[in-house]
């Protein structure tokens, strides 16, 4: 077991920020998350952090809540005149981009295609426990706990067609059943991809089948840290439109429906060189809880 005092950090905010859908709750103020070949049982007070985990995979959870980055920093250098922003960041203060597994979110990003947040964590559980390996973890008070890892490509690419869609992926089996063959095949490099800078993971990803800009940007973000990747879904396409668009109505009117959202995003995002996903983050999360605080207007999609 281990204890960390660490500000800026959130169990809640993250798991329910859209980004991650392994990790669980499973008792009040506790949370278990599975990443690679390894299982997490992480709990919250009001003073400090507390890892149930072996101690030489500490550094390797240290690292995937990018714990060791100040994002009291990127909170401080939102702008007071933007008090959408303002209040989303103040919201959603907790939150921490994961350095998740890229090829666990290509896949879960395939899958979250007009799917809601419930309906994603279903179907990543299923796939895991049909085709990942199951493991035993032993907790620091001896209690023992069972889970299944992501499935790799070849594991997953074992999988028939029929076997995805009775899976209940509906479409998106077909996509999932292309990227494990191109996985498996070396089309996908995924090993290239992990060493390529946002620009062209991005372009590299939108050349395959059942990936369009939004996975894309979310497998960037989540699965690559590049914090700079700024996904736009229906939530955020109504954000920047409700909340932006109306501060210059006539200049956004003129462009093109390609360009509206590239233009809203750019003229009040992109002061955040390098940290624009970030700010996407606050955001999505606030208007989560906004819409579950009975403000919202619809069912959470990706």
């Known amino acids: 077991m281990k204890t960390r005092f660490q500000p800026q950090f959130d169990l809640k905010q993250t798991a329910e920020s859209g980004q991650c859908f392994r990790m669980t709750p499973c008792a009040p103020d506790v949370w278990s998350v599975v990443s690679g070949e390894r299982y997490l049982e992480i709990s919250q007070d009001a003073s400090a952090f507390y890892f149930d985990c072996p101690d030489e995979d500490y550094p390797f959870w240290v690292n995937y809540f990018d714990l060791d980055t100040d994002y009291g920093a990127y909170i401080a250098s939102v702008r007071k005149r933007d008090s959408y922003l303002t209040a989303a960041a103040g919201a959603g203060s907790g939150i921490r981009i994961l350095r998740q597994d890229v090829w666990e979110m290509i896949v879960t990003f395939i899958i979250s295609q007009q799917r809601t947040i419930p309906k994603i964590r279903e179907a990543v559980e299923a796939l895991s426990c049909r085709y990942g390996v199951r493991k035993e973890a032993v907790l620091s008070g001896g209690a023992a706990r069972v889970y299944y ?131 996407q983050q606050y955001i999505f999360y606030y208007e989560r809880k906004e819409a579950g605080n009975g403000t919202g207007r619809r069912t959470v999609r990706l």
């Open 149 to 279: 890892t992501f499935p790799t490509p070849g594991q997953l690419g074992s999988a028939s067609l029929d076997e995805l869609k009775a899976l209940k992926l509906g479409y998106r089996a077909s996509y999932i059943h292309r990227i494990c063959e191109d996985a498996v095949q070396g089309r996908l490099d995924l090993d290239s991809l992990s060493g390529m800078d946002y620009e062209h993971a991005f372009e590299y990803l939108t050349g395959f089948y059942g990936i369009g800009a939004k996975i894309a940007n979310c497998v960037c973000l989540f699965g690559l840290h590049h914090i700079n990747a700024f996904p736009v879904d229906t939530w955020i396409s109504q954000i920047l439109m409700e909340h932006y668009y109306p501060k210059n109505p006539k200049k956004y009117r003129a462009l093109p429906k390609s360009r509206l959202y590239e233009a809203l995003i750019q003229d009040y995002f992109g002061g955040y060189q390098g940290y624009a996903g970030v700010m």
